[in-house]
């Protein structure tokens, strides 16, 4: 559904970002402060009416 899709068009933007994992807002907020996330703005993504906030995870670091 709606979350693999973008899943997949975050994991696209992966090299663009700097970033070798990327969440959106829903993901951050569901994960708390259990790791340590990187803002990196809002991005158009297809098929998303509004921009998709966006978070990188820090190289190193892993989500639990």
Not at 3 to 16: D, F, I, S, Y
Not at 36 to 61: A, H, M, N
Request: neutral net charge; hydrophobic residues 40%.
């Amino acid at each position: 559904g709606d979350a693999v899709n973008v899943a997949a068009r975050l994991e696209a933007q992966t090299k663009v970002a700097g970033h070798s994992i990327l969440v959106d807002g829903s993901t951050r907020v569901a994960l708390g402060e259990r790791c340590r996330f990187d803002p990196l703005g809002s991005i158009p993504l297809k098929g998303k009416t509004q921009d998709v906030e966006v978070f990188g995870v820090p190289t190193g670091q892993s989500i639990p």
